[in-house]
Every structure is written in C-alpha cells, then in structure tokens.
C-alpha cells in the first residue's frame, strides 16, 4: 500500500526542546507509522554555521563559537532523550565536531566542503526527531538526503528525477512500517558530494520527495496558520484561505508571499499530490489546502512587495522573443507593460536585478534595448484569484495617478505604486476586492401579485448581481398583513412560499424591528409593495433604525407635506436611502427622467399625462358602441380595475402620482393643491359597492354627451393630469379633458401610462415617456431597478 502523507518541519518549528516534543507529539496524533519526515536545521542553526564560515575566513576566533553550536546540540539531546538513546548522538556529535573542525581549520575549502559544513543542522535535526520517535516506542530511522536526491551541478542543483525516484522508492521498500525522517535542503552530485538546494531548499524537497514517493499530500507545518488573504500582520480582518489551486498559490508565491515559495510548488504540477500548510504552533486549527487540480476559484488574494525594480527601454526588436528567453533564464516578470513607440518596462524583485540587466546588456545590440532606466523606487500591489478579471473594474478604481496601469495574466491583476503607498492601496484592495462581502438582507412587505413577481425576478437576477455588486443580496423576510417570517440565513428562493406558509407567525411592529436588529446584515432595504397605510406611517421608524426603503406604495410620498418633509429630514441625517420609481409609471423612467433634467441644469416648468392604465384603457375603448358603464365592468372582469371600480374612476391614484411628481421637481405642495375631478358623481362616491355596481349605469349620460360634444371638435375624451409651474400661479388638475386626436394622449395602446415634459431645454418639442404603466412584471422590475441602485449606492467607496 502506498504511504499517504509527508510532513515537513522548518527551523523555527524545532528551535527548542519543547518544539522538538510538540513536533513528536504532531506526528503521533496526525499521522501514521509509515509516514515522510522532512526536517530543516533547529532554529538559527543554518546560520550559526554561515557564521562559523565567516569567522574563520575573516581569521576570527571561531572555536568558541562551535562550542556554543555544539553545546546548543548537546542541551537538545539530554532535555529529550534517555541515556541510551543520548549517548548515542552524543557519540556522533563529537565526532560531528571534530569533522567541522578540520574543515574550518583548512586554509582553503572547495563549494562541496562549504556545502558540507552548512548541512551539519539538516542533519542533526533528523537523527534527533528519529530518535525522540523510538524515545516514544515507534519505528524510526533518518535517512540523509544525499543518499536519495542526485543531482547535477548548476546555479541551482537540478535533480535527476527518474534515478532519484529510484533511490526513494527502493528506501521505502527498504523501510515498511517505519517513520522515515529525511534531511531538508541538501542533496549530492553523482559522486556523493554534497550540495545544497538553495532558498527554501528543504520546503522543497518536501514537495520533491513527495511526488518521487508518490505521496498523496505533504504537509509545510510552520509557525503560520496558512495562507491568508491578505498579510494578516497588516490587514487585521485577513482571513484564513482553507482552499486554494496550485496556479492560484504558484502565481501568490511568485509575487512574494512570504508563506510559499514558488521553487517548493514546482514538483506537485502534473502529479496528484496535495499541500497542506498548517501551524505547528496551533495543529487543532483550520489550514489551507492547495489542491493539484481545481477549477473552482477560490477567494481572492490581496499581496504586495515593499520594493521592486522597475527596468524601462526602448526595444526596436520583438518584444515576445525577450520575454520568452527571460521566462526561459528562470526570469519571468512579475509584470511587464508594453506602451508606445515600443517602450517595454518590466517588474522585479531586487533579487533578481542583477541577473536581468545582465542579461538585457547581452541583449542590447541584437534587439536594439536602448535608454534603459532603472527605477527602485517602487513597490507592488496584487490580487490574485482564478476570476481575478472579474474585480479589474473594483481594483482600477482604487489607483492614484501615480499608479502603473493594471496588468493582467496568469490568474492576478498587478500594479506599481510609489513605496509610500504600498500599505494604503493593499488596505483599500482587501476592504474593496478581498474583504468580507457587504450582506445586504431584502425585507418584503407585501406577498401579493407584484410581490410574487418580485420573487421570482430577484432569483433570476441575485446571482449576476450579486457578482456585479461583489456583495451578498438575500431575501431575508416576508411581511403580509397578518402574518410575517424573518430567517436569519435567509429565504430560499426555490421554496420561499412553502416556507412561509409553514413558519410565518402572526406579528406586530414592536416584535418585527426586533427581529430585523438580530439579523447579521450590514444593511436591510425593505420593499413596499402594498397599499397600506399604517405601513407608510412606520416609515420614520424604519428609517430610525437605518433601514432603507424601496417604494410601490405611493401613499408616503403623496402624505401631508409636514410628513414628506420629517421622511426627507430623516435621510439627510443619516446615510439612508428611499426609491418610490415604482409609485408613478410602474416601470416607466419618469423620475429618472425628471432627476436627470434637474441634475443637468434644466428648469421643468410642466408635467402631464396619463397615469393611470385602467383609464386609459377604458377611454380607449370607449366609442359609444356600448355604454361607458358597460365597459367598466368589462374591465372589471379582466382584473384591469381595482375590486371597487371607484378606487380608479376617482381620479385619486391620479392625483396623488401628479403630487409625487411635483414634489420630485421641488415643488412643496398639498395633495389638495390639485384640482381633482372624479368620475364618479358625489350620490354614488360613499354608497356600498354593490349599490354602485347595481347603479353605475347613471354614469353613462354624462359620458355620452361629453364624448358627443368632443367628437363635433374633432377631439376625443382623456383622463388627464396636468401641472404648469410656467406662470406666476400652478396650475395642477386632474380630470376628464377634450384632446386634439393628433395630441400624444389620443393614441396610445389601451393600458399605457404616457408623460409628457416640458421644461427650458424642452420647449417646442417636449419630453414624452410612453409605455406599460401598470402590470406586476414592469412593477416588480421597477421595485428590482430601485433595490439594485440604492445597493450600488451602498456600496460606493
């Protein structure tokens, strides 16, 4: 059966004592007895050694310095082990000492003898970690890694994969049912010479002896948790990532994240092999996992470098072929940006500086690199994610002038920004791109015909909107008139009328705002799609508590002024939002219209129209061949009137719209400041319904003469609405008019709203909006246009 897991330990996972024993007790409780250890040198041993070198070539003391190193070994080894396994190590560590001795003692060293004297940590590490395991009564051997990785000499040792796979799988066969633990950072030539694999060298050879072994994942456990989101050192909401891909993380490791090395990711590409990160410090914690293969993306990824090197030129030759011989020297870009008249700049780490310009100088003369230029005086901010073109438009938003444009390729978006403002535009990226998203619960009040409409638009459309916004828009509650339900998680779209017929509960005001305050929203908007008007008297209350409110219901913005104006005080108080488009032309842009012309300097000095669907359908298809009451109930029939015919015929849904209207363009007037002339004659306004129904026919004579008497002037009957603010004195009325028939209200589709605007810059020629004025799907778009414009308000920085 093949070994399933490869653990990997870093210096500062194994700094002392009490490491060494958190280390064991890690591969006692997450593991099994046939298990992969990498181990790199305890603590700052790598170093010490470096340092030992330097001393001795400087011709400073140096033996004292060893004996501190080996005392530091030989205090590890009695604080862990027993007297056997301790004289043991005890024995190989003098003989350690006297070999590094003799070593530092020549005049002269060769690479492989360095190499040898800095590999003395790696390999104390594994006989330690080996022999705390037996110390627990497992099986457990070190292996030295140069017995396993051959290599041949480059920059950097390039491995020989097939005869190093054979060593590994003939070692594991060799070793059944026993722990191996593997020296990191080092490997051999073919003659057994020692060579040293270089930055990150032992993370490395755990991703390499891992996909010789076939393991099917290895585990980097450090002192972090993971990879985060962001540095979580400077980013204090950074949140842990518990997925990633293997391009995602190679792409964040390219650009400097600090927890990986692209180096160690190299090895798993083409295999099945997964990678774990995981803090030593904290093993019961969440990690990350970066998996071979994945096509789901996961969040994105904000990182940055304090400094890079910006190289800029003139290239007269192919720009294609430099950077392909670049990507081909293990030199590929963290950013390039081409620009005119053939100018190329390309981003790098300040490691990699003198390796480029070396190579761009022997490439001058052969493609023409001209007024090169240098700048260090920049640093650079990424996102990297699978969908990272989709947060382009959020990320450009944020960029000063002095920012690079933003280039994009392999999964991430990057720019380059003066080194001041390196912090500040990764805070701003996290908040805008990586940050936790904005949850913005809907409240709906009112489950009627409109409100079902609603419903079944918001879920066409939440998921391209909540894309489009970055955020999380749900339906949250629904509210009738007896009964409401609220759900913290949210209503499910599929089923929300099962599960409110099944949870909703009768309620009252006090109990509901404290049901919304619970919820785990940044912000609720609630959606008035009723005709109530006790609700539009909890509209102050509601926007109390910060709720924003999208209107259907057009008795809030037609209520007495004093009311209107405490509703409009309330939202300049506060950063609160209330759309009423739906409350006049259903889904007609009227308001937008009026704003507009406002915002752009115009002067409206008049509005009129047809408001009303139900009358322009019934004077549309009036033409005597049968009685106007007759048609009235006809209409009634198809559902085009309200229950009571009256609540149309009135004029009053008229006259309260026209109001709407005058006070969207300023103008602070009363719903009794319009003139208002009903159909319905005063005997029959208060009877009962069915007394009118039975009597309705008494409005037919006075129907007759006046379309008779229009008919002799060539014009036709409308029901119109009228507001002239030109003069000294308004004139606004509502009522039955004589229209020319080649007027805009003589010849509409029976059913439609139209509005007609005149306004400075609309004099002779007026502004005319004609369309469906009434139905629940152009309403229900109207309430969805309004929700979706107050989010994006929302949401603004």
């Not at 330097?54 to 501190?68: G, P, Y």
């Not at 960029?399 to 535009?425: E, Y």
Request: charged share 20%; glycine share 6%; aromatic share 6%.
């Amino acid at each position: 059966m093949a070994r399933c897991h490869l653990h990997k330990f870093g210096g500062s996972s194994l700094a002392d004592a009490d490491c060494y024993r958190r280390v064991a007790h890690i591969l006692l409780t997450h593991g099994h007895s046939d298990d992969l250890v990498v181990v790199s040198a305890a603590g700052k041993t790598t170093n010490f050694l470096y340092k030992l070198l330097s001393l001795r070539d400087s011709n400073q003391l140096w033996q004292e310095e060893l004996q501190v190193l080996i005392s530091y070994q030989q205090g590890l080894i009695e604080q862990l082990l027993s007297n056997e396994q301790a004289r043991d190590l005890r024995e190989r560590l003098t003989t350690d000492k006297a070999q590094l001795i003799s070593l530092l003692s020549l005049d002269v060293r060769n690479d492989y003898q360095i190499s040898h004297v800095v590999s003395f940590g790696e390999r104390w590490s594994a006989r330690l970690m080996a022999a705390l395991l037996r110390e627990s009564g497992v099986a457990a051997s070190h292996v030295d890694a140069c017995s396993i990785l051959v290599a041949d000499e480059a920059a950097v040792p390039q491995i020989r994969v097939q005869e190093s796979r054979a060593k590994v799988q003939a070692l594991l066969a060799a070793h059944p049912n026993e722990r191996l633990v593997i020296t990191g950072f080092i490997c051999a030539n073919e003659r057994g010479d020692t060579l040293l694999l270089g930055r990150n060298g032992s993370d490395f050879s755990a991703s390499l002896i891992a996909s010789l072994a076939d393991i099917e994942r290895v585990t980097i456990w450090t002192d972090v948790e993971g990879v985060f989101n962001a540095d979580p050192n400077k980013i204090n909401d950074a949140k842990l990532l518990k997925s990633m891909s293997l391009a995602e993380a190679d792409r964040l490791a390219r650009l400097g994240s600090p927890v990986l090395h692209s180096r160690t990711l190299q090895p798993l590409f083409n295999t099945e092999v997964s990678l774990a990160v995981r803090s030593s410090y904290a093993s019961h914690t969440d990690f990350t996992l970066i998996a071979p293969h994945s096509s789901s993306a996961s969040a994105p990824v904000v990182t940055n470098l304090n400094a890079v090197v910006l190289f800029g030129f003139k290239i007269a030759g192919d720009v294609a072929s430099l950077l392909d011989q670049l990507v081909e020297a293990g030199l590929t870009p963290l950013a390039h940006w081409v620009s005119a008249h053939q100018r190329l700049e390309l981003a790098y780490t300040a490691e990699n500086q003198k390796q480029v310009q070396k190579l761009l100088d022997a490439q001058a003369e052969a493609l023409g690199i001209r007024d090169l230029q240098i700048n260090t005086e920049l640093g650079l901010v990424a996102l990297v994610s699978a969908d990272a073109e989709h947060y382009r438009r959020s990320f450009a938003r944020l960029l000063s002038r002095d920012a690079k444009p933003l280039f994009s390729g392999d999964l991430s978006l990057v720019t380059l920004v003066p080194q001041s403002q390196v912090n500040l535009l990764t805070q701003k990226v996290h908040r805008r791109c990586a940050g936790p998203r904005k949850r913005i619960g809907v409240l709906l009040l009112g489950v009627g015909n409109i409100g079902e409409a609603w419903v079944k638009l918001f879920k066409s459309v939440s998921p391209s909107l909540n894309q489009e916004l970055e955020a999380q828009v749900e339906l949250v509650g629904l509210v009738t008139s007896s009964k409401a339900l609220i759900k913290s998680k949210g209503v499910d779209l599929q089923s929300w009328q099962q599960e409110f017929d099944n949870e909703a509960t009768p309620w009252q005001y006090e109990h509901l705002f404290e049901q919304l305050e619970q919820l785990n929203c940044d912000e609720l908007i609630a959606l008035d799609i009723s005709a109530s008007a006790s609700l539009t008297l909890q509209y102050p209350e509601f926007f109390e508590r910060g709720i924003h409110m999208v209107s259907a219901n057009k008795l809030a913005g037609s209520g007495p002024l004093p009311f209107y104006r405490e509703l409009k005080e309330q939202l300049g108080y506060r950063r609160l939002f209330w759309r009423y488009n739906a409350s006049c032309g259903a889904g007609l842009p009227i308001q937008h219209a009026l704003n507009d012309l406002r915002n752009s300097g115009d002067s409206v000095e008049a509005v009129g129209g047809i408001f009303s669907g139900t009358l322009c359908w019934l004077f549309e298809k009036y033409d005597t061949s049968k009685p106007f009451s007759e048609l009235v109930i006809e209409a009634r029939g198809l559902g085009i009137t309200e229950p009571d015919p009256r609540d149309d015929l009135s004029g009053r849904d008229m006259q309260r719209k026209l109001l709407i209207l005058a006070r969207e363009i300023g103008l602070e007037i009363e719903l009794e400041d319009i003139e208002l002339r009903s159909l319905v004659p005063a005997h029959l306004a208060d009877i009962p319904l069915e007394q009118f129904l039975a009597r309705i026919g008494e409005l037919d004579d006075e129907l007759l003469q006046q379309y008779g008497a229009a008919a002799e002037q060539n014009k036709v009957l409308r029901y119109v609405a009228s507001l002239d603010n030109s003069g000294a004195v308004l004139k606004a009325e509502v009522g039955l008019q004589w229209i020319d028939a080649s007027h805009p209200y003589a010849n509409l589709t029976p059913g439609d709203n139209v509005f007609v605007i005149r306004s400075a810059f609309y004099q002779g020629n007026p502004l005319i909006i004609r369309g469906p004025g009434a139905g629940r799907e152009v309403t229900a778009a109207a309430v969805q246009s309004d929700l979706t414009q107050i989010c994006r308000d929302l949401l603004q920085e």
